[in-house]
């Protein structure tokens, strides 16, 4: 008789588990491998796009979704370990501030500064940051002035991370480099060209962040910085730098959209926009001429002065200023310059055996034609194209995921690692009120 | 200054509703259904009002049947190059039949009525997996009420058919990628009720306790669904873009030819097989054309480009006693959804079956059928089409069921 119990039990506990296996369909998981690579201490070093900057600002939500951060976290499964973030207190969550959506008027955005919980100790210095990090993007960082000792104690940014003494001393080639890593991630040399370009490719004499920096030095300081960084047969993934006209801050205003505005306000019938090109001229700009964001709502356009009688902008005699426009020369001479400084990028990363994320391939793909990610659409328009954030530049949580892939996806082919991608479906586009 | 269009291309995809073979559970009559649903040739009864309209004469009583079955759809999905496998969550439908028939013992002719839902499920991925943009939850039935007349035109030959009114219920939501202050994403909800209409043929042939044929023809039914409520909630600010409003769109339901054989192997035991042409390839596009359009709200259109499927299923009918039946089946179906148009609302494949059955005559009057079949919708990695999504789907069916027929 007992026997006969344990038996039935034997047989419930038999066809238990196999309706317990059989209702849920099983997929066989992906199998996950460092492949060649080390993950156990990786650091990421570059700007504000590897601090994870954006909506015109460093804050806390940001930092999180760094592309950085979200690779680091897809690295814990292939024995990545700690990744520290210089991330701000809960209290003082804003940071530097950032921009916000307030409302939608006439489909027109309106934005608002956040000005609560910031974490500045005093005008124009952030809270102090110097325990031991892994993330070390530092928003504003050039290529050029990664050597620089001085540039510590001008950028907000770095001067939070460095102690008292190594302010003004340490450069950042020095700070990087320092951190005993088995793997790093290199995404310098967007703010050699972004800073000039964002400032219509005028130079201002008292800020180095405008100056275009040379090709020669561009190759320079990029093989120093990468020989220091894979010493000891150490490997690492490296960025192609993205084209000025893949970001929405030079692709929202047009020409067109000028000329409507001015139709639409004064009901006057115009035909061109002047603007004054590099060489001091002013000439009508045409559709290959780029206006940058801020001009949107710098309220300039149409605007007389005593000094000057012809509305501004309309006339030839009070053109748009070169500091709000890249002319079609001055497009031509960036994007050549790009290309130059991606050629650089690319023969270094092939010499060296290191991964190389084309960002400059994958984001003129998002420009055009954009690209379908799992029902959403993303795609490069200001506002509703899901990568780029409030600053027109830099990228959403969204934007971040799939950039964090785009690395994933180099280390991948190069290492014959298997780290799982990001699903990016769990990271918003643009905040609306 | 202004910017143009600012909204377009918020909303890519549309919403998404089929009635896809992976929604065509054949639970009509649990006698076919515990041989994976072979046997319509080989039952004469009142559930012949779906499965063989021809045989319904052949009658030499009257019945009423009442049968419903839990149908357990489980899918799994893996994002391509992902760890993560996504389950949707525990659903169980409903589908039910009853069947009745009318006329005169031992005459030339019967007449039927029969209720059921050939298509019909509940998928519930929630808002959590990688494909909420195309699909949180789906739930739908097609009702069919099909009045039938049966005729002997001789002793071994029946005619029948049936005109067919189908109501379909669709209710399904998704998230919107339209972020709110707090970060979340909105969401659409549409949900609607539709009718058509159809016919339903078919001859049946037999040689005394030898052999019979069942051919049958089910017409496809285009269901027109009608001012369908679209709900959406997203930030007030979009709240112009995205009214309130309703929708119009046609779902067609497939024809089905089917051949059904069956022949004595032994004094108990009957073999039977069916085959079934499906005619899916009437499913090229969905549209859906909302009442308000808006610059983000527009009318849509996705392609679907269906095959036209096929399926074939044996079983096997053992009599224990004279009260007492066993039965057991096996199928294999082939899908009519191309790779790139798999979709998560029935992540389809082809598929294997197996069931198993019984039927207890309690009394002269009374019969009790249970039925249970189990699919298996083959493991598929697909790239949609439409979204983009990319990565592997695995979907088990579980249908126990059940029936009770009074006799007369």
Known sequence: MKRIFKNIALYIGVLSTFVATSCKPEIEGFQTTPGEANFSKYIAVGNSLTAGFADGGLYLEGQQVAFSNLIAEQLRQVGGGDFRSPFFSENERNGSGYLQLKDLVNGQPVMENVTDNLAYREPGKLSKYTDDIENLGVPGMRLDLSTEGWFGSMNMYFERLLSDSDVGMKTYMQFATEKNHTFFSFWLGNNDVLGYAMNGAVINPNDPTTVLTATATFKQTYSDFIAELTGNDRKGVVATIPDVTAIPFFTTVTRESLIAAVKAQSGQDIQDIYIEIGTGTSRAASDDDLFILPFASAGLLGNTSGENPAPYGLHPSNPVESKYVLDSDEVMAIQARVKAFNNIIKEIAKAEGLALADAHAYLNRVQHPGILYNGVAVNASFITGNAFSLDGVHLTPMGNALIANLFIEAINKQYRSRIPKVDASKYRGVRFP | ?408
């Open chain 2, 1 to 408: 200054m202004q910017i143009k269009k600012l909204l377009l291309g918020l909303l890519l995809a549309s919403p998404t509703v089929l009635w896809a073979q992976g929604s065509q559970v054949n639970t009509q009559g649990q006698k076919a259904v515990g041989m994976a649903g072979a046997g319509s040739a080989l039952f004469v009864d009142e559930t012949s009002i779906f499965y063989s309209p021809g045989a319904l004469s052949k009658m030499d009583h009257n019945a009423v049947s009442i049968g419903a079955s839990a149908v357990m759809y489980r899918s799994a999905f893996r994002e391509f190059n992902s760890n993560d496998v996504h389950h949707t969550k525990f659903k169980i439908s409903p589908p039910f039949s009853v069947f009745a028939t009318f006329g005169p013992k031992n005459s030339w002719w019967k007449a039927g009525l029969g209720v059921y839902t050939p298509f019909g499920g509940s998928v519930d991925w929630g808002d959590q997996w990688p494909g909420r943009y195309e699909l949180n939850h789906l739930q739908m039935r097609a009702i069919y009420i099909q009045p039938t007349l049966s005729f002997k035109l001789t002793e071994n030959f029946g005619i029948g058919g049936g005109f067919v009114y189908n109501v379909g219920l669709v209710d399904l939501s998704r998230s919107i990628p339209t972020a709110s202050a707090d970060g979340a994403p909105g969401r659409a909800e549409l949900s609607g009720m539709g009718t058509g209409m159809g016919f339903n043929v078919g001859v049946h042939y037999h040689l005394e306790d030898e052999f019979a044929i069942s051919l049958s023809y089910r017409s496809k039914v285009t269901t027109k669904l009608k001012d369908g409520d679209a709900e959406f909630t997203v930030p007030p600010a979009l709240a112009t873009s995205f009214p309130n409003t309703t929708f119009d769109a046609e779902l067609p339901l497939p024809s089905s030819f089917n051949i059904g054989l069956t022949f004595p192997a032994s004094e108990r035991l009957d073999i039977a097989a069916d085959a079934t042409i499906i005619g899916y390839s009437v499913y090229k596009e969905l549209v859906f054309d909302y009442k308000d359009n808006t610059p983000v709200l527009e009318d849509t259109k996705q392609e679907k480009k269906y095959e036209n499927a096929l399926s074939a299923k044996v079983g096997i009918n053992y009599e224990v006693c004279d009260r007492f039946d066993l039965r057991a089946g096996g199928g294999y179906v082939y899908s009519p959804v191309r790779g790139p148009y798999v979709s998560p609302e029935t992540p389809d494949n082809n598929r294997i079956m197996g069931s198993i059955g019984f039927t207890y005559d309690l009394n002269d009057r009374w019969d009790l059928t249970g039925a249970y079949v189990f699919q298996r919708i083959l493991e598929r990695t697909v790239t949609s089409a439409n979204t983009g999504l990319s990565g592997t789907y695995k979907t088990n069916i579980h249908a126990p069921g059940i029936s009770l027929t009074y006799k007369w």
